[in-house]
């Protein structure tokens, strides 16, 4: 391997430099439709699972093909993107927030030529390339975070608790008889780079085992005032302790005042807390960010643990598939998880979808805690 | 031949479901071919050692990522983020693993040169593998050495002429919906609000000055679909203030049956004829719509904008002309005070591109400044309002105090009066007080 220089040389490294230049203006990616109709839209349909059609005040019309992906994505597979884009899309293509794929075509025929197109390109395995559908009102691709493939943080995988997850649901992805949209988001620990906070049906990964302290290490790695103003709860407190007749510096954690967020050891790489049996997954339902009806509200953990089972999750997925069916069921059309559970009341919802009430599930965490707790004698048996 | 044994993973490979384990051994594959002769800068088999190490914490159920370890490019606090494997010997070819975040076209729309002139760079220079798009928005460039870093944005910004993103205490790399480029409800135009901004503040996305990340989202409506409102320490979300837009024919259509309800985002199962009263007049959460004699009314005064008829009846409702956007503070996932939705701060403000949205920049730089100047070392602007109070909030963003801003009034009266408040001031003269009161 020769080391190919791009230009840039490291004994003058602000020569020729340039910084702050931005992204490239979103103007030259539009497609000609997209562009000469910006801003003047009239309506959208759904026409069927996966395709769109938007039309203009002039008249233009434009169908969207929708397709999901994993996230995570090759180059060769961004390669194929491409030549699909090419050869049916006028070389445009659009990532949406969720991580599906869009391809602007100009006829239905094109589209549903398309689509088919899309649904029948696999890999070796089986596993769909580009399958059509995440539009109305069903399950669309699921956001996420790293997990075991890039993160130091992680109490479980995110690509394959996805993976597993939109298997199960899949048949919700390509089809749109949910009473409304669910949107399901994973995070694979409690800073929730994927922000599960507001969705549908989230998945948390979570630690449940006070950090380990690399005593004779610590401090040579962390600052100690650091981790210890780390610690949202305080259970961190500087501390020296002797092995082998040498004193150290380093920390003590009260383990009970823990609550397993992670972020002491996001400051100090001495207080790991990952563990097989300690880590596993919370699930957490009901919230929602569109202010439609009803305002955007936060998911609530329904179970507080599940443990990992990799490669595939299965109580984990049985959980979320049941929870699926039950408010499919039950609710009314337009009616979100969350809305459906606050309509029966979330002590039906226990009951209905068969999951046990435990006291994990009482808030306990601070002020908010309160506002969880019930004021009333207005309950159900 | 696979240079790892993977059960597990491969597992994976099976279901509907596009599969990443998949993916990456053909990118593996690839590699391993090398059809384009290319002289790889970092191992050729790093996309096995991923898959190689992925294994390895399937068995074991812990990452074997190290953490930390600080990286960059020359004169940028973020936009790289450094990552090393815990097992290198192992798995030599990711044993240095860097992501490179790369600025997205807003909207993130792509045409195809684009696409190909990225993975062109990430071919040669990294893993071959990507997220697309990391949670923030940006593009994500998964693994690659440090000695490439400055090659790559060399690359990126003489060839491309594409930034890299935010990462650490800085204005990360603000995100929008699709807006105007090709949604009807659009009040305004996301992106290029969202571009404008993003060049205005490159200083602040790229060298860290703040306590903590910020976040800005832009949403065209209330259906918020980029979640500014859970996502984003200011969220720019599109509204209206005059009345919704009729058209009585259109309403006789969905009425009659010739035109699906809400799209026709339920037509996979058979929800019975459209109920106008009970699917439109009797959900709307302000009770505002009333149908009668064929005529469908809105009392806009009572309308709070949900969107819900609209979303419901998009041929036949149009939000008003009067157009522009709320802007809410403090949201913010848990970490370290529990989750915050963000709280409207400006019911409305004009969306003025003729004065390149200078009332917008100023309002967000008072909130700057009053961060900069009130916020502890890591502590998200959602925090700093809890603790110093949404009035506090108020005052340094010099907008007026507003019923709008709250859900209700306050529950407890320990009002903090100022001096200025109440007549006369604080400063009394006890003798004063004494000749009226015995000791
Ligand atoms: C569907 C409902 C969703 C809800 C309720 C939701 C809610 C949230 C919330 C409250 C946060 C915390 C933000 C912060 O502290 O910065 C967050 C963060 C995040 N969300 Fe979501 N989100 C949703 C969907 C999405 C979508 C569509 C995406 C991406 C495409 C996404 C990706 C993220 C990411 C990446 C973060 C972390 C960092 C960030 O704020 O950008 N989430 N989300
Ligand atoms: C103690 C706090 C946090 C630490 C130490 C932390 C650390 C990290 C790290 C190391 C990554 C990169 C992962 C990788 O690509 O290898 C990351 C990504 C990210 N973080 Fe955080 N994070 C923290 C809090 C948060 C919070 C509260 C949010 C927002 C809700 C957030 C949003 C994100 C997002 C959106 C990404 C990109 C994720 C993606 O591309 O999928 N982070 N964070
Ligand atoms: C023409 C374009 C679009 C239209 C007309 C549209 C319409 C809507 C509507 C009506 C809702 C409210 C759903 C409800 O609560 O019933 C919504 C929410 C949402 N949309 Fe879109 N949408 C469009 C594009 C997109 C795209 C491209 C994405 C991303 C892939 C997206 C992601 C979302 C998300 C995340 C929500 C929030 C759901 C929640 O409350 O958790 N939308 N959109
Ligand atoms: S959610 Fe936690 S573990 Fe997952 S990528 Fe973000 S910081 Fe890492
Ligand atoms: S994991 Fe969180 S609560 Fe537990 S000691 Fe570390 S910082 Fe404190
Ligand atoms: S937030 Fe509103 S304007 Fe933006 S894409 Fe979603 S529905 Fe359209
Ligand atoms: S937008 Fe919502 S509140 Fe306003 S009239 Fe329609 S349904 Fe009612």
Redesign the pocket.
């Known amino acids: 391997m020769a080391f190919i220089s791009s230009g840039y040389n490291p004994a003058k490294p602000m020569e020729g430099r340039i910084s702050d230049i931005g992204p490239r203006h979103f103007g030259e990616y539009l497609p000609p439709v997209i562009k000469e109709n910006f801003g003047k839209w009239d309506y959208h349909e759904i026409i069927e699972p996966g395709i769109l059609l938007h039309v203009a005040q002039s008249g233009d019309k434009t169908y969207t093909v929708r397709a999901g992906t994993a996230?995570l994505m090759s180059v060769t597979h961004i390669g194929e993107i491409c030549d699909i884009a090419d050869k049916f899309s006028g070389g445009y293509v659009r990532f949406t927030t969720r991580n599906n794929l869009e391809f602007q075509v100009e006829t239905e025929e094109a589209a549903k030529e398309l689509k088919s197109f899309l649904n029948d390109q696999k890999f070796p395995g089986g596993a769909h390339k580009f399958p059509v559908g995440g539009t109305g009102a069903g399950v669309t691709n699921i956001?996420?975070?790293?997990g075991w493939?890039?993160?130091?943080?992680p109490a479980t995988d995110?690509s394959g608790t996805v993976k597993a997850t939109m298997d199960v649901v899949f048949d919700d992805f390509q089809s749109m008889k949910l009473p409304a949209p669910v949107r399901i988001s994973m995070?694979c620990?409690?800073?929730?780079?994927?922000?599960v906070?507001c969705s549908d049906i989230a998945i948390l990964g979570i630690h449940r085992k006070p950090p380990l302290l690399d005593h004779k290490y610590l401090d040579n790695l962390c600052e100690i005032p650091l981790a210890v103003a780390?610690c949202p709860t305080g259970a961190v407190r500087p501390s020296k302790i002797e092995i082998d007749g040498e004193t150290y510096k380093t920390v003590a954690v009260k383990q009970e005042r823990c609550m397993f967020?992670?972020?002491c050891?996001?400051?100090c790489p001495s207080m790991p807390l990952a563990d097989k049996d300690g880590d596993g997954i919370a699930l957490m339902v009901g919230g929602k960010i569109s202010n439609r009806i009803t305002k955007p509200a936060f998911s609530k953990v329904v179970v507080p643990f599940i443990p990992n089972e990799p490669p595939r999750w299965p109580t984990m997925t049985k959980v979320i598939k049941k929870i699926l069916d039950t408010y499919a069921a039950d609710a009314n059309k337009y009616e979100r998880l969350g809305d459906w559970a606050n309509r029966i009341g979330w002590e039906r919802f226990f009951e209905k979808c068969e999951l046990p009430f435990s006291e994990h599930l009482i808030d306990d965490f601070r002020d908010p805690a309160y506002y969880t707790w019930r004021q009333t004698t207005q309950f159900k048996w | 031949m696979a240079k790892h044994k993977t059960p597990m993973l491969d597992q994976l490979e099976t279901g509907p479901w596009p599969s990443f384990v998949s993916d990456i051994k053909q990118e593996a594959d690839a590699r391993a071919k090398n059809e384009k002769g290319l002289d790889y800068q970092i191992p050729v088999d790093c996309p096995e050692d991923l898959l190689g190490v992925l294994e390895m914490s399937y068995e074991d159920g812990e990452t074997h990522?190290k953490?930390?370890g600080i990286v960059g490019v020359f004169g940028y606090g973020g936009g790289v983020?450094g990552?090393y494997c815990d097992q290198p010997e192992k798995f030599p070819g990711v044993a240095h693993f860097h992501?490179v975040?790369v600025a997205q076209p807003n909207g993130k729309w792509y045409n195809t040169e684009l696409l190909r002139n990225l993975i062109k760079i990430w071919e040669l220079r990294g893993s071959g593998l990507t997220?697309m798009?990391?949670?923030?928005?940006?593009i994500?460039f998964?693994g690659t050495t440090t000695p490439q870093l400055e090659e790559i944005f060399w690359e990126l910004t003489h060839d491309l002429e594409i930034d890299l993103g935010g990462?650490g205490s800085n204005l990360?790399t603000p995100a929008t919906c699709l807006g105007m480029s090709r949604c009807e409800y659009a009040c305004y135009d996301t992106q290029e609000l969202c571009y404008n901004l993003t060049q205005e503040y490159q200083d602040e996305l790229h060298r860290p000055a703040f306590p903590y990340?910020f976040?800005f989202k832009f949403d065209g409506c209330p259906n918020g679909c980029v979640a500014a409102i859970a996502?984003s320490d200011l969220s720019f979300i599109g509204t209206w203030k005059d009345q919704i837009k009729v058209d009585q024919e259109a309403v006789a259509a969905y009425v009659g049956g010739e035109i699906a309800p809400n799209a026709g985002a339920h037509a996979g199962r058979d929800w019975g004829a459209f109920d106008i009263q009970k699917e439109v007049v009797d959900l709307c959460p302000s009770k505002c719509i009333t149908y009668a004699d064929g005529k469908l009314t809105i009392d806009d005064k009572e309308c709070v904008r949900c969107m819900h008829c609209i979303n419901t009846m998009p041929r036949a409702l149009k939000v008003g002309d009067e157009r522009g956007c709320s802007v809410l503070c403090g949201a913010?996932?848990?970490?370290?005070d529990g989750p915050q939705m963000g709280s409207l701060l400006v019911p409305f403000m004009e969306v003025n591109k003729e004065d390149d949205y200078q009332s917008i920049k100023d309002l967000i730089e008072n909130i700057w400044d009053w961060w900069m100047e009130e916020g502890k070392n890591?502590e998200?602007i959602g925090e700093t309002m809890k603790r110093l109070g949404m009035s506090a909030l108020i005052d340094a963003a010099g907008v007026p105090v507003d019923p709008r801003q709250v859900q209700e009034p306050r529950h407890n009266p320990y009002i903090f009066w100022k001096a200025e408040d109440v007549e006369g001031g604080w400063d009394r003269d006890i003798n004063d007080f004494r000749k009226r009161h015995q000791r």
Request: glycine share 10%; charged share 20%.
């Open positions: 996230r956001v996420h975070t790293q493939v890039h993160c130091h943080t995110a995070a620990c409690l800073n929730m780079c994927g922000a906070h780390a967020c992670g972020n050891y996001t400051m | 990522w953490h930390g983020i990552r992501t975040r997220n798009h990391g949670a923030t928005g940006d994500v998964l990462s990360r990340k976040k996502r913010k996932a848990p970490i370290l890591r998200r």
